[in-house]
Structure formats: structure tokens, C-alpha cells
């Protein structure tokens, strides 16, 4: 089952020439202020293929993540550990190591995603797509140990 990415207002892009992962981390910290689904994280490839999507769905309380390759999605995977409370603020933060995108919300880890996308230095391009009022987005280089500590 595919799907097609809704229109949205892009509020953060980041260009990285040297690759976006293994080792950066993106934090967004905002307010979900709407009803709606509109809030998504992507993690883009210089061939312009989506490496990782990241999609909290308020509605059904899940987080999606997926890839988008080649012209299709591959099959999504959904975590029931939802943190986020539609109309509270939230923070997301999404960091990569060697083998996975790791995705904490509220500070819990709430999804671990394999990477299927290779070589990881072509994920060069970060986007956050969001009607939700955004109040900071963040991202930074971090030692790969930096999620030794039990995360």
C-alpha cells in the first residue's frame, strides 16, 4: 500500500555535502496545535530518494517511518509508543548511527529503523515539513558514543 506525500508548509531544509549520517541529529521542538497529520521529518538522498521518513500520525496515536526509493515506498514501520499530546508542546529528535535512525519523543526512544538506504554519506539533505508551530529546529554533529548511554 503507497501512499503520496500531502502538501505542507516547509518551515526547515538543511543541505549537508559530506553526508547527513551516520552522526547528526536533528531536534525539533514545537507546539501541536492542529488536529491534523501535518507534521513530517525527511531525510533525502542527492538521487532525491527519501532515506527516512518519519511521520507522527495524532489521529491513530503512531509514529511512521518508511523509505522512499527507486519511485516506491517500502513498507512502513509503525510504533504504538506515542508521546507526543495533541495541543501540548513536543520535542522530536532524530539521530543515525552506522546500522539505524533512532527517533525519541519527550525524550523516550519511541522507534529504531533499520537504514535502507546506502551509502549513508548520500543522505545529504534534511527537511521538516509542518503547520504546527515550530519553535526551534536543531541540527548538530554528535560523536557517534554519544548513544552508548542506554538510550
Not at 518551515?11 to 492542529?34: I, K, M, T, Y
Request: aromatic share 12%; glycine share 10%; hydrophobic share 40%.
Amino acid at each position: 500500500m503507497g501512499y503520496t506525500l500531502p502538501l505542507f508548509c516547509m518551515q526547515f531544509e538543511a543541505f549537508c555535502a559530506g553526508g547527513l549520517a551516520p552522526g547528526w541529529s536533528l531536534l525539533v521542538q514545537g507546539h501541536s496545535d492542529s488536529g491534523e497529520d501535518k507534521f513530517e521529518i525527511n531525510f533525502l538522498s542527492e538521487a532525491g530518494d527519501i532515506a527516512f521518513h518519519v511521520k507522527p500520525r495524532f489521529s491513530s496515536a503512531t509514529l511512521v517511518g518508511n523509505t522512499f526509493q527507486g519511485g516506491r515506498w517500502g513498507q512502513e514501520e509503525v510504533s504504538s509508543v506515542f508521546r507526543l499530546v495533541l495541543g501540548e508542546p513536543f520535542e522530536m529528535e532524530v539521530s543515525s548511527d552506522e546500522e539505524h535512525f533512532h527517533v525519541h519523543a519527550q525524550e523516550h526512544k519511541v522507534l529504531q529503523y533499520a537504514h535502507r538506504h546506502r551509502p549513508l554519506a548520500a543522505i545529504t539533505r534534511v527537511q521538516v515539513l509542518s503547520d504546527h508551530r515550530l519553535a526551534q529546529v536543531e541540527l548538530a554533529r554528535r560523536d557517534l558514543s554519544w548513544w552508548d548511554g542506554g538510550h
